[in-house]
């Protein structure tokens, strides 16, 4: 072999570590990118804002694909889960659906009823009152004849709020006057059918009718003589 063959040789050997070479690199680039990026898993994100305490559904969601290490821990990655959710918070459009987000609907048990009556948005719920929350339900009555004082009397206690609707502006009575205020929100509750009647008497015949939140895990017992006051019990 002549010194032009040896020097061809030698330049085929070293094109052939430098493919190696080159080859081995951008294996070390794709084994670095997949160890930082890893699989691929399914998320959804959402179309549109969502009002809290809003019934949740697969048509408000979209399927994106993300890198499984980058989801949070509670991500869903699973549309069913949103079946019979209502979502906790206000929810932002383009925003990652996560378990936190939602939680369970409240449902009606054995010997249930719903009923849904318009409560003042102004007295009656603040924004404080949300699904799955306990109340007493309060009604003002005037004195059934001229110079008996009025009433307050707790009309439910106890009671559950399965659903929350949204602000409602509300209808001038034929007489032109209202005994609410001009927004009102329709608020579902489960109750038996004795509290049921009574809620349904109270928005026939009341002045007015409030609802008082009660603090998780209190103790909501009110006796006999306490469930109606008049303003003379105070003299």
């Not at 399914?42 to 804002?49: F, G, I, N, P």
């Not at 991500?75 to 959710?85: F, I, M, Q």
């Not at 109340?135 to 009309?155: L, W």
Request: aromatic content about 6%; overall charge neutral; some cysteine.
């Amino acid at each position: 072999m002549n010194s032009r063959q040896r020097r061809g040789v030698i330049l085929l050997l070293l094109s052939v570590l430098c493919a190696f070479g080159a080859f081995a690199g951008v294996l070390s680039v794709i084994s670095d990118v997949n160890s930082k990026v890893g699989p691929e898993v399914s998320a959804y994100q959402l179309k549109s804002d969502v009002a809290p305490y809003t019934a949740l559904s697969s048509g408000q969601f979209e399927k994106i694909s993300m890198p499984k290490r980058w989801l949070s821990t509670n991500a869903v990655t699973d549309l069913s889960e949103v079946n019979g959710k209502i979502a906790v918070t206000q929810l932002r459009k383009g925003s990652l659906l996560q378990s936190d987000m939602m939680q369970k609907r409240p449902e009606l048990q054995p010997g249930e009823q719903e009923i849904a009556i318009m409560i003042d948005a102004a007295t009656g719920v603040a924004g404080k009152i949300t699904p799955g929350a306990t109340v007493n339900i309060y009604a003002t009555f005037a004195g059934e004849r001229d110079g008996d004082p009025s009433q307050s009397k707790v009309i439910v206690s106890n009671a559950k709020v399965l659903d929350v609707g949204k602000l409602t502006a509300l209808e001038p009575s034929r007489d032109g006057k209202s005994n609410m205020g001009t927004e009102a929100v329709p608020i579902t509750f489960a109750l038996n059918t004795l509290d049921t009647q009574r809620i349904a008497y109270a928005e026939s015949f009341a002045q007015h009718v409030r609802l008082a939140l009660l603090a998780s895990g209190s103790d909501s017992t009110i006796r006999p003589g306490d469930r109606t006051y008049t303003l003379d019990k105070d003299k």
